[in-house]
């Protein structure tokens, strides 16, 4: 009779988890990691309680969620690398990606700061830093890209879309795409010249990443 019972209640833990993310999926991708708990529990259709104690904080749901995510990102990088072209392998990843923040707020949100998802977002970027590496090597090999760019330069690319994206989002949502045009041409080998600034070293980067990213959130 013990037994009976303790399965149903793994099951509605299992169906209560689901719900949760399911929920903070739809809320994060549209609202961002600052969508307030308790609305991730309103959706799901659990009290806070059941949600903190699957979630004892928030970087563990906030991982939970991205792991898909994160997962497309990689399987991009490495789409990208099997490209032919080298060109278009790099500046499709980078389109590709920026698509996925347009779509994801959440996934944007983490990219631009290492505030939340803690764990899920670290093991992320130790994951994508080689692939970033031989996407940046690989076009300069080919003689299409630039030789003074780096692999810390593909920040730089996702800020400044992601700022467009953020200000136009709601009405032009396709802009930063003719945005990025304008980068890609500045980017080409043959059109480019000195530049006035070095790249950021790896430091100067993990500095920019815990800065938190600047939101009115919802209280």
Do not use: C
Request: charged residues 30%; without cysteine.
């Amino acid at each position: 009779m013990v037994e009976t019972q303790r399965v149903p209640a793994r099951v509605d833990a299992r169906r209560n988890r689901a719900a949760l993310v399911a929920a903070a999926r739809d809320l994060l991708a549209a609202g961002g990691v600052d969508v307030p708990v308790r609305e991730v529990a309103q959706r799901a259709g659990v009290g806070i309680a059941t949600l903190y104690r699957h979630f004892p904080t928030r970087e563990e749901l906030v991982d939970a969620v991205l792991e898909d995510a994160f997962d497309e990102f990689v399987t991009i990088a490495e789409d990208a690398l099997d490209e032919p072209d080298a060109w278009a392998g790099f500046t499709g990843f980078v389109e590709q990606v920026l698509a996925l923040h347009a779509r994801n707020r959440g996934l944007r949100d983490v990219v631009e700061t290492r505030a939340h998802g803690r764990e899920r977002a670290a093991a992320m970027r130790r994951r994508m830093a080689p692939l970033l590496t031989r996407l940046v090597e690989r076009a300069q090999a080919e003689g299409t890209l630039r030789p003074d760019f780096t692999r810390q330069d593909v920040a730089l690319l996702f800020w400044g879309a992601d700022r467009v994206i953020e200000l136009a989002g709601d009405v032009a949502p396709e802009i930063w795409r003719r945005q990025l045009g304008f980068v890609f041409d500045g980017l080409r080998s043959d059109a480019a010249s000195p530049l006035p600034q070095p790249p950021l070293t790896e430091k100067q980067e993990r500095r920019i990443g815990v800065r938190p990213v600047r939101r009115v959130t919802r209280s």
